[in-house]
C-alpha cells in the first residue's frame, strides 16, 4: 500500500510544487495516511480543502484500503 500511496502523492505533487508548496508522506497506520505539508501549503488557509478535496479524494479514490489523509507537522 505504501508504494502505491507514494505513486499517487508523485503524481499530485507538480500541482502542489506549481504554487509553491509540497506535500510529503509521512506514514501509513490503519488506513489512515499522514503526510506533511511544506513549502506555502504549509501556513496556507485553504491547505484543509487541498488536503481533503485533492490529496485524499484522490488516494480514496486510486488506492483500496485508504480511509483518510492527515496533515501532520
Not at 31 to 56: D, F, H, Y
Amino acid at each position: 500500500m505504501k508504494e502505491k500511496v507514494q505513486e499517487i502523492i508523485n503524481k499530485i505533487r507538480p500541482n502542489l510544487q506549481a504554487d509553491g508548496g509540497d506535500v510529503e508522506l509521512v506514514e501509513i497506520e490503519d488506513g489512515v495516511v499522514k503526510v506533511r505539508l511544506r513549502g506555502a501549503c504549509a501556513g496556507c488557509p485553504m491547505s484543509q480543502m487541498t488536503l481533503k478535496n485533492m490529496i485524499e479524494r484522490v488516494l480514496k479514490k486510486e488506492v483500496p484500503g485508504v480511509k483518510s489523509v492527515e496533515s501532520v507537522q
